[in-house]
């Protein structure tokens, strides 16, 4: 007696078959219609992302994923295996975009003096935007420009500004690197990059930060003393 498949797993089949031959639009379809009946489906996620055409959009296609179930463990592994070090490396070559709530500004101005001490191209608002430069299109094209947003945490991370800035990264499917300046709960920011820790040992943190995104050949020896 034969057992009948189910009827999404046939449908998850064929979309795989899709994909192997290169059919991509019809795999993409097949799974849309999965995802619109089980929005958790973990599987067909998977399947969407290898679907997509460039790494960003397997970015942005995990983190719908993630949004919809947060604890879907296979798709946050995929995620962070797109972020690995060399993909943050490459995503630093084209800018860093510092990311934090104005009651952060100090450290945020700190961190992007260290930064650029070490020739990383860190943008950050209230150094790069010229007197009656208009605010918001300099931002914007910061966002489009930069390929690596550091995210200050803290507990003001929850300000308007902030969490618009972190949607359009992810939703461009570009890496959200969170940094901890203070303790706090963040759990509503859309990030699952495990964060790195400034709030104790601001140098420590430093550190760690530099040993993710300068190249491999390059020295992070301490900045001076400010």
Known sequence: MSVAIPTGDRVLRAAAEHIRTGNLDSARRLLEQILQVNPADEQAWLLLASAAQSVEEKRATLARALIVSPKAPAVRAALLALSDPGYLREAARAGIFLCYARADELFA??????????????????VDIADGEDWHEAVEQALVRCGLMVLVLSPAA?????????????????????????????????????????????????????????????????????
């Open 109 to 126: 101005m700190a961190l992007a003096e260290d930064l650029r001490f070490f020739e990383l191209a860190a943008w950050l608002d209230v």
């Open 158 to 226: 929850r300000a308007d500004n902030v969490q618009a800035e972190v949607d359009y990264f992810v939703k461009a499917g570009k890496i959200v690197l969170p940094v901890r300046a203070r303790p706090g709960e963040f759990s509503e920011l859309p990030v699952w990059y495990p964060p790195i820790d400034f709030s104790e040992d601001y140098s420590s943190g430093l550190q760690d930060l530099l040993n993710l995104v300068l190249a491999d050949d390059a020295t992070a020896a301490p900045p001076p003393a400010r």
